[in-house]
């Protein structure tokens, strides 16, 4: 399976970005996907994970309230939508593919990654 993320940017604080994660191929609706970032000089972090079905969603609690994800089967898209955008959520976004049907918060069990949109948000 290979991951392609798109939709990063440059935005100002307070807008809005969606970013898009294509599969190569669609027997990555059965898996859970996640959506992790990487700011300069941190470690990869959580940021949000949807289960295999949509049906259910987590945040981390920095995104929780102003992102959403969503996944549509039939195309094997993940979307990451950021509302409210802060300067500290600029980093790189990449998501990931979870070998089970739903992921967890961190980056085991994700065997797939794409490889990473840049998300920068100026005050």
């Known amino acids: 399976v290979q991951l392609q993320a798109s939709g990063g940017g440059l935005a100002q604080a307070g807008g809005s970005l969606t970013l898009s994660c294509a599969a190569s191929?669609?027997?990555?609706?059965?898996?859970?996907m996640g959506w992790f970032r990487q700011a300069p000089g941190k470690e990869r972090e959580f940021v949000a994970r949807?289960?295999?079905?949509?049906?259910?969603?987590n945040y981390a609690d920095s995104v929780k309230g102003r992102f959403t994800i969503s996944r549509d089967r039939a195309s094997g898209t993940v979307y990451l939508r950021m509302n409210s955008l802060k300067p500290e959520d600029t980093a790189v976004y990449y998501c990931?593919?979870?070998?089970?049907?739903?992921?967890?918060?961190?980056?085991?069990?994700?065997?797939?990654w794409g490889q990473g949109t840049q998300v920068t948000v100026s005050s």
């Open positions: 990931a593919s979870h070998r089970g049907p739903i992921g967890g918060t961190d980056s085991s069990g994700y065997n797939y």
């Open positions: 191929r669609r027997t990555s609706s059965n898996n859970g």
């Open positions: 949807i289960s295999w079905n949509g049906a259910i969603t």
